[in-house]
């Protein structure tokens, strides 16, 4: 689409949310792991919608800061059957059936030898768990605790047709530029096979995101957005941009759980104070005002990378229901009806928002010495009445309040007014020239 | 008055409050406006109690910061009379008859011609509302909602005798001096007409504030107190005066809304935490414990220019019923029942003990080390007891904080204790030089 | 004992607190005061423990900053009686009996007349008060209210063999170097007579404490251990000490009130943030959540001295029943039932708790950008699963954190856990150079 195309696509937005949901559908049969054909498969799935994206490859063996980039896993085949021949698990099924990074075997054993390699979850007897071991050598298999139970005391032949090998890793991104160098980094990853809000929700907004922020004709900021494996894949990137992100992202997100139709939820960056962490409050405080705020001791994504002690970037987390929060996370119960496409275009909103009120936020300084005289440039009733309207109300106290010192957002917390309410008010007071944009760079 | 008659009027002030009542209920007659005839009266009125009041005048068209002084207005009657010669509404009857600013008109007009230029509250039946139009050029009458509803479907004569003309805006104020260059500011408005609580209870204890200092003898700082009409006058002052104001002034108070009996009301400067914030806030405290506390966007009188971005006086507000918060505000119901002798005498006591608070605010260091031998100068008991005296606690926990950082006023605090009752200890400890005041200036 | 018995000792640490109300038992009979035998007695008994305590003496009549030491109180016998040489009261049976510091007498008197030298608590009518007049010429004696209404309307004969002469005050300390200069510094006071808990167990305790710093092998901070009067020790100790312990003690605490078997309690120094309030809060708030938080208004022991301004250090108190706060302090009843062993093993486990976290709190900091790989070093599990365990989760989070800004206890705080649950995961990193320690002397 052109960019014409795309903004009236957002403004008008009425398939935003099935657009994500059919995105999301696509990628989902994709067996993806850390490393391997299924990332590949994803990252140029979502290439076809965003032609600039960059796909990069780190090789086997490559040191990344204290860890190695892993072998290549490719998996062809994997299941169990029985003597006659009848599959009692097979990944063509669920890929969560095989544990991530199995080595290969093909092997005759008793159900008693079998069970030391199965993995279920007793008291969710019909999710199959999603487990992977991709640093120490082994195989597994996961299903329902169900299956497991019908299993019987006999032989059955495990089959796991994959390969370790040297190869690559690979990641994408893109660097969309705006006006300043200073950069907003969203971060998101694929590398959960078949699972739809932790993840394929993540990847799948970004997109959507990038696709907005192209549409924008007059961006401030920078914007980079990466499409990573989780933790080895934000070292990796780390390691590549440390010292260009320490000094120029000046805000971000890591996008991940942003798919189910449930309340909000925050994470914040380390620092807990960061532009992203005040942006992603506001927003979230106006969209949902019961919104669930989490901890960093709640950490689990890739901000445990990104504002780690030495890096301490300032990247937060706006999601749905967090992932460790509710109970179909890490199984096959995460799965197409767990996500909704109003779920995915909420989760795209808060994030969009978010931006917004970044992008926006400047600090301003009045010209003028005292109040100004607006009633002359009709900005202010000249007939006294015995109690303001609520529009020169918030005028006057944004006015009140612009001393070259707090930024818009922290005036806007201040005034108890939503940043987007003010917006209208700094363009008219800019135009009469009554406040004056301080410039930092 | 002589000084020394002052101090026994002070001391035994059985009549300040009726005094006040008095002042005010001379006052109240006159048609105040931001500038011409009434606000001269007014001012002459409170000179014959303050000879040293200094009346100052600035020229229509002057420059005062974005804003133009504007024209004199000349009010001589205004009425609407019907065929028969009945006056159907008078200024005569009440100044507030009249919106402040009108311009004159003689015509006669029928009732949905007239409509269109009457203002009522339908909420309010039995109040004429306050209404002016300084900066725009319009005139109206305002009534009570039940003489409106006796209006007949006839034609009325509207007669306004009124002028617009180059002249001038007045002002008065007075600089008391002190020991100290450094300023306590007091600033009320005379700018309406016919209201009792606001406004002419903030003259009116303005005026006898200034007999009350006047009448020490051995005052730390200089005090400048001020008369203006609202907003042009504070602005037109802040023009003449900012560069010394900004240089001298270290607290003060905008005096408005003090003569009415209910609780006391606190409205911070946009600061918060200047020492006119924290005396008003100690004052308060053991004035009248449920005393309401504002915020700064509940603001709406001079303080708007005084702690303006680039002004930043610390000048905050201590009140009775605030402005815009109680019914009778800005309508003929605030008028000389609203008021009473005993409110204004709480108005006159809470601001003044705020001033003493901040007269005799300074900070002590202890000149010994640990804690002096109090015994053998008489000021601890030489027989130990199971329990500490409460003075002999007070003197000691003043003394554990006087270190030459904290404040007597913070210390008070700090100790939980009023801060009139910690000066006598001071004294004493100062007498005994257990302790120094640090001097900063 | 040896130091390797010592180390023993504390590890099985099953007799400590008997050790100790076994101490205090032997002790309690002694006249202590301000000065004289009782203290010099006192001081020999704790040196049998701990023979490198070193006992000093100050001349009466030398200046202590305010002060004077005062004069030497010998006190040989007091005793009231009747014309049959009946003893009414007699120092022998309680030394509370007498007022502290009594100038001699040796007179018959009338009940009338012997009144007015009486002290009794009508309110705990089978209580002893404890009184003392150090620093005016005074006698007198204390009684039960019940002993008080057996008195006659008859002549009694007062006697007080006591003297007030020129001799010295004595006090003891101990410092027991450490790797660094930097010092923790505990003071106890040695000058109540006959009473348990205030105030023998302190003294005990700080003995106790003494053997066990004495049985650590590696010593980072230098300990000194101080054995005082109240008041006038302590503020002689300053005038003596002040530079140096200016510049070298860190953290602190007074030992008072530590042997009962109630709730603890904690007392802040003035400041409230030092090292030494953050270790004695972390250490009771896993001792017993329910310790009870006094402020800086309700100290009374010889913290008064050691946060007075100009003199700052950081000096808390970790209690069990505060001096002040129940109903036996300064009475005959605080007795050796009022005081247990388990109560006195309790003190010195909270007081050695708190010691233990200053002695280990360091700054660390991450030698690797990111998180470390911990799974290739055994630290990490290498199977995913659903949730992290408990003890992987404490070491990422205090790993997120060591960033060489946040010490140890900082730390803990901020991760929830406690400072002891902490240490091994240190170790571990440590000793896989994962993170470092910022060294800062």
New interface residues.
């Given amino acids: 689409m052109h960019k014409a195309d795309l903004k009236t696509y957002f403004n008008n937005h009425s398939s935003i949310g099935a657009d994500m949901y059919n995105m999301l559908t696509d990628l989902f049969p994709i067996n993806r792991s850390i490393t391997g054909e299924g990332v590949r498969e994803t990252l140029n799935y979502i290439k076809r919608f965003v032609p600039e994206l960059s796909i990069h490859s780190i090789p086997t063996g490559s040191t990344v800061?204290?860890?190695?980039i892993p072998k290549e896993w490719i998996i062809r085949s994997a299941y169990i059957e029985d003597k006659s021949g009848k599959k009692i698990l097979d990944i063509k099924e669920n890929n969560l059936h095989l544990?991530?990074y199995s080595i290969p075997i093909d092997k005759w054993m008793s159900l008693k030898e079998l069970n030391k390699f199965l993995h279920s979850?007793p008291d969710q007897p019909d999710a199959i768990?999603?487990?992977?071991?991709?640093?120490?050598a082994?195989w597994g298999f996961c299903l329902t605790e169900l299956q497991r139970k019908r299993l019987k005391d006999i032989d059955y032949h495990v089959v796991i047709d994959s390969e370790l090998k040297s190869g690559v890793l690979n990641y994408a991104d893109i660097v969309i530029p705006g006006r300043s160098k200073k950069e907003v980094m969203l971060s998101t990853y694929i590398c959960h096979p078949s699972m739809a809000n932790n993840e394929l929700s993540g990847p799948v907004v970004a997109t959507m995101l990038i696709k907005w922020l192209l549409s924008l004709k007059n961006r401030f900021y920078t914007y980079r957005v990466i499409f990573i494996p989780e933790?080895i894949g934000?070292?990796a990137y780390?390691?590549e941009h440390?010292e260009h992100l320490k000094d120029y992202v000046v805000a971000g997100y890591n996008i991940s759980c942003v798919g189910d139709d449930k309340s909000f939820s925050f994470l914040p960056s380390?620092d807990g104070k960061t532009l992203s962490d005040r942006a992603a409050l506001h927003a979230l405080k106006y969209i949902d005002p019961n919104f669930k705020t989490y901890t960093?001791?709640d950490?689990g994504s890739d901000e445990?990378?990104y504002?780690?002690?030495?890096?301490d970037l300032p990247i937060s987390s706006i999601m749905r229901s967090k992932y460790?929060e509710y109970p179909e996370?890490?199984?096959s119960l995460d799965d197409l009806s767990f996500v909704t496409a109003g779920g995915l275009l909420g989760g795209f909103e808060a994030i969009q928002k978010a931006i917004k009120i970044i992008e926006r936020n400047k600090v301003y300084?009045?010209r003028?010495?005292?109040?100004?005289?607006l009633?002359?440039r009709g900005l202010y009733p000249?007939?006294?009445?015995?109690?303001q309207t609520e529009h020169v109300k918030i005028m006057?106290?944004f006015?009140?309040?612009?001393?070259?010192k707090s930024d818009l957002l922290a005036i806007s917390e201040l005034?108890?007014q939503e940043f987007e309410t003010i917006v209208p008010f700094v363009e008219r007071l800019l135009n009469y020239s009554i406040i004056e944009e301080l410039v930092d760079e």
Avoid at 65 to 68: A, H, L, N, S, T
Avoid at 129 to 136: A, L
Avoid at 399 to 404: E, H, N, V
């Fill in positions: 800061f204290d860890w190695k544990v991530g979850l768990p999603y487990i992977t071991s991709y640093y120490e082994r933790t934000s070292i780390l390691s440390l380390r960093w001791l950490r445990r990378q504002c780690a002690p030495g890096i460790g996370y890490h199984t300084k009045t003028i010495k005292c109040e100004p005289q009633g002359r000249t007939l006294s009445i015995k109690k006057m106290d006015l009140s309040y612009c001393d070259g005034i108890e």
